[in-house]
C-alpha cells in the first residue's frame, strides 16, 4: 500500500521518518521553514513554508492529497497548530499522540507518572545527599542543557534555593549502560519493539546505537512490562520510546518520550526488518502491515562521526546538523549505507554510518 504522507519538520527527526519511508516505498513531502533543512534530500518533494504563517485554508489545501501528517519536530507551537486543524477536522489524521506528548515533553510530569506506577527511576537530589548529580531542563530533549555536579555543594553553589531550581530535573548521576525502546499502541494497547543499546559522548549526546543490546533476557523482560504500563496509563495511540540505565544492576527508567525518535528506529529497521513508521500508520490508518520479521535479530552499529583532514572522530547526532542537507551513500568508509553532510572531496564531513553483518 503505497501512503502519501506529509512530514511537517526536516530536522533530524525528520530524516529520520522520511528515511523509513521511502523503505516502505511510500510518497513523500517534506514542510519545514528553512530552505535546506537537513532532511530535505530525503523526501520525495519539498515545500518550504514557516506552518505558523499558514491559514487554515492554506493548511486544509495543502493537506487535502495526503492519507497522513508526521510531525517531527518540537515545537509547540506548530503542534498547537496541527492540533486546532485536527479538531476541525480539515486535515487527514495526524500521527501524534497531543495529550501523551504534553506530559513526556516535560521531565518533572513524567517523573511524577512514574512515581505514581511504582517504575524505578533515578531519586531526586535533596540538599546535603551523598554522590553525583545531574540537572537537566524540564522540557528540552536529549542532551540539551544537561550539566553534571560531583557533589551536593556544587548543585547548592550554582542552584541555592528553589527559586533558582524552578523549571530544572535536579537527581542522583546513574552510571552503567544505556538502552532504548519504541513502544506503538493503539488506546493503550501496546507493542515493543527490539531493545537497542546507546553510547554517549562526553557531553551526553547519542553518538552509536547498537542491536542487539547487551541486556539481560530479565531486564528486558522488566523493561517492556514498564513500558506497557506506561502505554496503558497514557492511553497511547501512536509511538513512545523509553531510555533507561542500569545501575547497580536494577533497571532505572531516565525518561520518554511520545514523539517519532531519531537514530534508534533506523537501527531496530536493519536489525529485526520492522518498520517504526509504517507501525505508526497501523495505529491511525487501516494499513496492512508486512508479515512478522524473523525473531534472529541482524547485528547493527549506527555511529555519527566527524571527519576532517587526518582525523575521522566518534560524536554526538548533534554533528549531523552542522553541514547541509543530508545525502545517502551505500557502501561507505565501510559501512552499508549512510547519510552524509558535508563535503566529501575536501575531506570535511559528518556521516551516519549504518553498519550489518550480512
Same mark, same amino acid.
Given at each position: ?8 519538520? $526536516?530536522?533530524?527527526?525528520? +530524516? ?9 516505498? /511510500? ?16 523526501? $520525495?518533494?519539498?515545500?518550504?513554508? *514557516? /506552518? ?18 508526521? =510531525? ?52 531526586? /537530589?535533596?540538599? $546535603?545527599?551523598?554522590? *553525583? ?43 552503567? @549502560? ?9 488506546? +493503550? ?22 542491536? @542487539? ?76 502491515? =508486512? @508479515?512478522? @520479521? ?47 553532510? +558535508? ?16
Amino acid at each position: 500500500m503505497r501512503l502519501k504522507l506529509l512530514v511537517v519538520g $526536516g530536522a533530524l527527526q525528520g +530524516g529520520e521518518v522520511l528515511y523509513l519511508a521511502e523503505k516502505a516505498g /511510500w510518497e513523500t513531502l517534506l514542510c519545514d521553514r528553512k530552505k535546506d533543512p537537513p532532511a530535505l534530500n530525503l523526501a $520525495g518533494s519539498f515545500f518550504q513554508a *514557516d /506552518w505558523l504563517t499558514l491559514s487554515l485554508k492554506e493548511i486544509e489545501r495543502l493537506c487535502s492529497n495526503f492519507d497522513l501528517i508526521i =510531525p517531527a519536530l518540537e515545537d509547540k507551537a506548530v503542534l498547537n497548530s496541527l492540533y486546532k486543524a485536527k479538531a476541525l477536522n480539515i486535515i487527514p489524521p495526524v500521527a501524534h499522540d497531543f495529550e501523551a506528548y504534553e506530559i513526556s515533553s516535560s521531565k518533572l510530569r513524567s517523573k511524577k507518572l512514574f512515581q505514581e506506577l511504582n517504575i524505578d527511576c533515578a531519586a531526586s /537530589w535533596r540538599p $546535603g545527599a551523598f554522590g *553525583d548529580f545531574m540537572v537537566k531542563p524540564d522540557d528540552l530533549s536529549g542532551s540539551r542543557g544537561v550539566r553534571h555536579f560531583f557533589c551536593s555543594k556544587e548543585v547548592e553553589e550554582v542552584f541555592p534555593d528553589e527559586r533558582s531550581r524552578k523549571g530544572l530535573v535536579v537527581e542522583e548521576f546513574l552510571d552503567g @549502560p544505556s538502552y532504548s525502546l519504541e513502544v506503538t499502541a493503539k488506546d +493503550g494497547v501496546s507493542l515493543c519493539f527490539e531493545v537497542t543499546q546507546l553510547c554517549f559522548d562526553n557531553f551526553y549526546d547519542c553518538r552509536m546505537v547498537i542491536a @542487539p543490546s547487551s541486556l539481560s533476557e530479565n531486564l528486558e523482560q522488566d523493561f517492556k512490562a514498564a513500558a506497557h504500563k506506561l502505554a496503558k496509563a497514557l492511553k497511547l495511540t501512536g509511538i513512545m520510546d523509553l531510555e533507561i540505565i542500569v545501575a547497580r544492576c536494577r533497571l532505572r527508567l531516565l525518561e520518554i518520550d511520545a514523539r517519532f525518535p531519531s537514530q534508534t528506529p533506523i537501527v531496530v529497521y536493519f536489525s529485526s526488518s520492522d518498520n517504526l513508521v509504517e507501525r505508526l500508520a497501523s495505529c491511525y490508518l487501516d494499513y496492512p502491515l =508486512p @508479515p512478522a @520479521p524473523s525473531l534472529r535479530s541482524r547485528k547493527v552499529v549506527l555511529e555519527h562521526v566527524l571527519v576532517r583532514p587526518g582525523l575521522v572522530e566518534s560524536m554526538g547526532e548533534h554533528i549531523m546538523t552542522n553541514f547541509g542537507p543530508l545525502t545517502r551513500h551505500y557502501n561507505f568508509m565501510g559501512a552499508r549505507e549512510a547519510l552524509v553532510a +558535508g563535503n566529501i572531496k575536501t575531506g570535511k564531513f559528518a556521516a551516519t554510518l549504518i553498519k550489518m553483518e550480512d
